[in-house]
Structures are given as C-alpha cells and as structure tokens.
C-alpha cells in the first residue's frame, strides 16, 4: 500500500507560479514511476507529467512542457511540481499518483494504482 498526500495547490494569477508537493509512504521501493494528473471540471483526467522514481525518465503533455518541471526528493519520498507561466487553462484539481507496474511510464489513469486527494489550482486571468 502506497499513501500519498499533496499539498501546494491555491489560487494564482496568471503568469505567476506554484509548487505542488506529493509526500509518498515509506513503501516506495514498489513504485516505479509517479505521475501528476490534473482535471478541469467536465473534462477528463489528463496526464501532465510522469517521472521514474529512479529519475532516469521524465515525461510532459505538450500543453505543459518547458512551463512545469517535475522532480523527486528520494530522500524525502516526496515528488514535486514545479508550475511557471501559469494559464487560466491550466486551473484544475492536480492528483499525484503512483504506478507500482513495470517497466513503462503511464500515461492513463488506468494505468496508475495509488492517488493522492488532489489539491486545487486556480489560475486567475
């Protein structure tokens, strides 16, 4: 069982930036990689970024590359997002999640096991 706890969500303007925090359970040597997912009311859950907890590969939507910045404190079992150059589009509930699967990156829900609650970004034009 992985347990997973965000934080770092709140209400921004646009072009400003915000950090979202993801603190795993100390069970993390199961997972292998972590994705942040983020839906928009009416729209389904989208992958923005997805990282191997060994860091070897990163992965962004092209609606978020060169913006958001995903990284992992080992040390901490905790992994971030990092967002800049915020858009009114970019305003959603973010979830972390954890995929305990090998040896591929998700890029579904489907495809991930554990969820944090998810945390609200509000981006304000």
């Known amino acids: 069982q992985v347990q997973l706890v965000e934080s770092g969500g709140g209400l921004v303007q646009a072009g400003g930036s915000l950090r979202l925090s993801c603190a795993a359970s100390?069970?993390?040597?199961?997972?292998?990689?972590m994705g942040w997912f983020r839906q928009a009311p009416g729209k389904e859950r989208e992958l923005v970024a997805a990282l191997t907890w060994s860091g070897g590969f990163t992965y962004y939507a092209d609606s978020v590359k060169g913006r958001f910045t995903a990284s992992r404190d080992n040390a901490k079992n905790t992994v971030y997002l990092l967002m800049n150059s915020l858009k009114p589009e970019d305003t959603a509930v973010y979830y972390c999640?954890?995929?305990?699967?090998?040896?591929?990156?998700?890029?579904?829900?489907?495809?991930?096991?554990?969820w944090g609650q998810g945390t609200q970004v509000t981006v304000s034009s």
């Open positions: 999640a954890a995929d305990v699967g090998c040896c591929s990156v998700g890029k579904t829900p489907a495809e991930y096991d554990y």
């Open positions: 100390a069970r993390t040597f199961s997972v292998y990689a």
